[in-house]
């Protein structure tokens, strides 16, 4: 069947199997493969995206129900070359170490901060318990979206330039 | 300001800081620094092995047993080969043609890659299926018939050498029990001429039950066979890249240079891509045959039911002591369950891995261990989820059983530790087993934990809340781990030994690249080695790019488990840097036109002693050593070293954790209210990773203590075959981590550093589980097994504890 759907913000049509599920129509039909799959029993949520603004277990979806719908993945959380805050969290506050769950967490963590803009440590930790960490014991992913809260901007002017150990120089 | 304070508040600072956590200071070396992957990582830009696509990849999906135990009487294939999508359908007798259906384990023994006469424990590879898409290949499994013939299973380690116990490995000849090894440490008669005398003796059943590491991205590959070059490529969950390569030469008989394993961006591995899996081999197996690449992934069943799993023993532990509280003795014996196949993956001398250090943290009299270790109709495995070759379990009973004694005695936990503790001027400590402690400054450790959690007010609030009824527990425990293996001499894996290389090279303009034989899987290698060679050399962090996990990049290694890499690898990086440092001397004393003698280093440029109008930077140094113009005499261009380094000990991290729990006298659900870790990893390379990996293992331990185990019905059924079943923790489980820390260098590892990365996976479970016995303390209870779900606490409330098998 045909399916057509704007994933970040761009319309693409397939041609896909009933079947299909939203994770391996984002992953293998369209290459965006920061959307990650890790359980056959919706537990994990390494494959949260978003569809029409709630983020959604994209291995509990089919293809062919996000037809006509707004999906949002990792890769549209960057905008123009700017970090979501929530991807400047993470980055500073240590809230991933194999990186395998960051997507969906980031992607939870933006939904939530869109609705509560100044959420609790529980309120936090209740926003991304369907989803499950095994690297970083949550504490640093609390920090991260603690200070995307307290930075809706992004960094102040004077961190603006994010450098990591990584940046060229 | 005391020692004591100043940890103390260096730990609250560590704390603030970490929201702050970003490069500001950019320090040349150690310290806090953001991680290089992370960019990446962020924009969901990793590259894991499911991410691959190649041109006419094939995918490749595994049949496997539903039962624990049966013949295999017949295997249809024929409507799978009919399916449109199926390119190949291969079964255990398909290989067995080849001699490729059995390989070698990392124990030696071996392991059915598919199954020929018989499965041996459920989710055992049966046949596979390789087909243009997965859906297809999925499709076509159901359509084969394998018709079984059901034997009984050997369910319960305990009953696995009863006489009349079904043989489960018939493939070994002459084979008549299901016994697999016997193991033994320390001295037998001294142990018991000690337990003899001694005023208070302590016994208690402990087990510790078998949890899976459970990564987030599950085990897989992609395999690619280019017939015309005879180029195998293999992209793979793999630890061990290097090791991986040289067994896949030895099985397949490809010569090594041909074949190629790539570890990309790893989804944690704890372990558990540790071994080499018949998925694997197939995939392997499938490309040769078909002459395209195939990749396979596992799915979460799959992972959880077939690849390795963690611990599983049975131990009967026995503590002797004077009844002021001085422990003489300790003495255990263990009951190994191996599964269907001895899977183990540990120095081939240590069949019990580090089991040996069951001796903890305490200066005793003497120590005895007797193992008998046996086959089961589950699945293989044994040393994984982070447990440094089995001192999780090492730590658990030694932990466990000194509460007991507490109990016993009616002393409090930590005054028991303290009196017990080797203390520092008794470094290095040779152990009743045998095991040099390099290091160490126990007390303190746990001085600065008791200060950080408020020991004494807890213990206060404690007795108030008894007083109402109340259900309120405190935990202690106090680890000493042995890691960074291993010493070529005593430790290798299938004949590899188990050293580490390490090439750095500094390109002409001062930048550079370090080849390393570890493999990250999360731990962030890519900063944190950086840094370490930044220290070395002084060059900047940002200049330093670090390659791993590609065999035909990076030096040979045994790769990254058993918190080997900063104790083994980032002593090799340390030592390649200092190499190259010491040629980069000698080209500034030609530059300088001084005595190599007359240089002193300022990290990052060579000065003239007493001049320091006259240096050069190491950049200078770089473009110098490739430039134009003559070096010194003897010394070839190039700014680069390559070395091997072989430990000479292993290292010995320990800490003092300190858990809180609540339990609700309803329901009997436990809740951490807070956990108080201290470590002492020796030198500190990046303070921001190790409270990471800190904070990770501590998740571990709630895991282990409250919730994971991987359990079967008598029948073998795996029945925590899927995350419903198998409990991982989740924000909502885990409170708010506090860590501090001491810094005990190793003396003979080249920065002092001792590897963190399993720490408080091994240090955890027990703090844990000794607050929950601690709670429970009003119903006379003095031990209960892990995992303390709230129906396993309520059993041992109503007195009838259960075991958990
Ligand atoms: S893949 Fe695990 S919840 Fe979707
Ligand atoms: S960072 Fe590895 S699973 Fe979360």
Redesign the pocket.
């Known amino acids: 069947m045909q399916v057509t759907m704007t994933v970040n913000g761009e319309s693409v049509t397939r041609e896909v199997e009933g079947r299909m599920l939203l994770v391996h129509f984002l992953r293998d039909e369209l290459g965006l493969t920061g959307t990650h799959w890790g359980c056959d029993t919706s537990n994990c949520g390494t494959c949260v995206t978003w569809m029409d603004g709630e983020p959604v277990k994209s291995c509990t979806v089919l293809a062919a129900m996000a037809g006509g719908r707004e999906v949002r993945t990792v890769e549209g959380l960057e905008k123009d070359g700017v970090l979501d805050p929530v991807q400047e969290g993470f980055m500073r506050c240590h809230g991933?170490?194999?990186?395998?769950?960051?997507p969906g967490m980031m992607l939870t963590a933006r939904a939530l901060l869109d609705r509560n803009p100044h959420p609790t440590e529980q309120e936090i930790r209740e926003a991304i318990s369907g989803q499950i960490?095994?690297?970083?014991g949550y504490t640093t992913i609390v920090r991260s979206i603690l200070w995307a809260a307290e930075h809706p901007d992004g960094p102040t002017p004077a961190a603006a330039e994010p450098e990591t150990a990584g940046s060229a120089s | 300001m005391t020692a004591l304070d100043k940890s103390v508040q260096e730990a609250a600072v560590e704390h603030e800081d970490l929201e702050h956590a970003d490069n500001d200071k950019t320090p040349l070396g150690h310290g806090r620094m953001l991680r290089k992957e992370d960019p990446r990582f962020i924009r969901g830009m990793g590259r894991y092995v499911d991410d691959l696509q190649l041109n006419g990849m094939l995918h490749l999906a595994i049949l496997r047993s539903p039962v624990a135990h049966a013949n295999i009487v017949s295997i249809d294939v024929s409507a799978a080969q009919a399916h449109p999508k199926v390119k190949a359908v291969i079964t255990g007798a398909d290989l067995a043609a080849q001699g490729l259906a059995w390989m070698p384990t990392l124990s030696n023994d071996v392991q059915a890659v598919l199954a020929t006469d018989r499965v041996r424990f459920q989710g055992q590879e049966v046949a596979f299926v390789v087909a243009e898409d997965r859906y297809s290949a999925r499709d076509a499994l159901e359509l084969i018939d394998v018709e079984y013939d059901v034997l009984p299973p050997v369910v319960d380690v305990r009953k696995a050498l009863a006489p009349d116990a079904e043989v489960i490995r018939t493939d070994l000849e002459g084979k008549k029990d299901n016994h697999c090894f016997d193991w033994e440490t320390g001295d037998k008669d001294a142990t018991e001429a000690v337990f003899a005398k001694a005023d208070v003796v302590v016994k208690q059943d402990i087990v510790y039950p078998r949890v899976h590491p459970a990564p987030?991205e599950t085990c897989g590959c992609v395999a690619d066979y280019e017939r015309v070059s005879g180029q195998l490529t293999l992209w793979t969950t793999s630890q061990a890249p290097h090791a991986h390569r040289t067994v896949y030469a030895l099985v397949s008989g490809l010569p090594e240079h041909k074949i190629r394993v790539i570890a990309p961006d790893i989804?944690?591995g704890f372990g558990n891509k540790v071994p080499i899996y018949p998925g694997y081999v197939c995939a392997i197996v499938a490309s040769l045959v078909i002459g395209k690449p195939v990749k396979w992934m596992e799915d979460r069943t799959e992972n959880l039911v077939s690849t390795g799993f963690a611990r599983d023993y049975v131990m009967q532990g026995e503590i002797a002591a004077t009844k002021e509280g001085k422990i003489l003795a300790i003495r255990t014996h263990v009951l190994a369950d191996h599964g269907a196949f001895n899977g183990t993956a540990a120095p081939i001398k240590y069949p019990a891995g580090f089991f040996g250090v069951f001796t903890g943290s305490y200066d005793l009299e003497a120590a005895y261990c007797s193992m008998t270790a046996v086959y089961t109709n589950k699945a293989p495995g044994g040393v994984a989820y982070a447990c440094s070759f089995r001192i999780t379990e090492a730590v658990y009973l030694v932990e466990r059983i000194v509460d007991c004694l507490a109990y016993e005695l009616e002393m409090d936990p930590v005054e028991l530790r303290k009196k017990n503790f080797i203390q520092p001027d008794q470094f290095p400590y040779t152990t009743k087993t045998g095991w040099v402690y390099d290091s160490g400054d126990y007390e303190r450790a746990m001085d600065v934990a008791l200060e950080m959690a408020g020991y004494d007010d807890l213990r206060r609030e404690q007795e108030e809340k008894r007083a109402k009824g109340e259900l309120m527990g405190i935990g202690v425990a106090f680890f000493t781990e042995a890691v960074g293996a291993g010493p070529r001499k005593d430790m290798d894996i299938l004949g590899l030994g188990m050293a580490d290389g390490s090439e750095l090279r500094v390109h002409p303009t001062g930048k550079a690249v370090l080849r390393v034989s570890c493999m990250s899987q999360?731990q962030g290698h890519e900063t944190t080695f950086a840094q370490i060679v930044a220290e070395e050399i002084g060059i900047p962090v940002a200049d330093i790019q670090v390659v791993n996990g590609d065999t035909d990049q990076t030096p040979f290694g045994l790769g990254t488990y058993g918190s080997r890499s900063t104790p083994v690898s980032g002593a090799a990086a340390a030592l390649v840097a200092r190499k190259v440092r010491d040629k980069a001397q000698i080209i500034a004393s030609g530059m300088l036109e001084v005595s190599v003698a007359d240089l002193e280093w300022q990290k990052g440029s060579f000065q003239v002693k007493g001049d320091p109008g006259r240096s050069v930077t190491i950049q200078d140094i770089a473009m110098r050593a490739h430039g134009a113009g003559d070096l010194p005499e003897g010394i070839e261009g190039g700014l680069e070293a390559q070395i091997c380094y072989n430990p000479s000990n292993l290292t010995y991290p320990f800490g003092a954790y300190i858990c809180v729990v609540d339990i609700d006298p309803g329901t009997a659900e436990v809740k951490v209210r807070r956990f108080v870790a201290v470590d002492d990893c020796g030198t500190r390379i990046n303070p921001m990773i190790i409270e990471g990996q800190v904070h990770g293992g501590l998740t571990d331990g709630i895991g282990m203590a409250l919730m994971e185990m991987i359990s079967f019905d008598e029948d073998g059924n795996c029945i925590a075959g899927s995350l419903m079943d198998y409990l991982i923790p989740t924000a909502l489980e885990t409170p708010h981590w506090e860590t501090g820390h001491t810094v005990t260098p190793s003396p003979h590892h080249p920065i002092g550093a001792k590897g963190v990365g399993e720490s408080a996976t091994v240090g955890s479970p027990p703090a844990i589980v000794n607050a929950v016995v601690d709670a429970l303390k009003p119903y006379g209870i003095r031990h209960a097994d892990m995992p303390l779900t709230p129906s396993r606490v309520w059993d041992a409330m109503q007195g009838h504890p259960t075991p958990p098998i």
Request: charged share 5%.
């Open positions: 991933l170490q194999c990186g395998f769950c960051t960490c095994r690297c970083t | 987030m989804g944690g999360g």
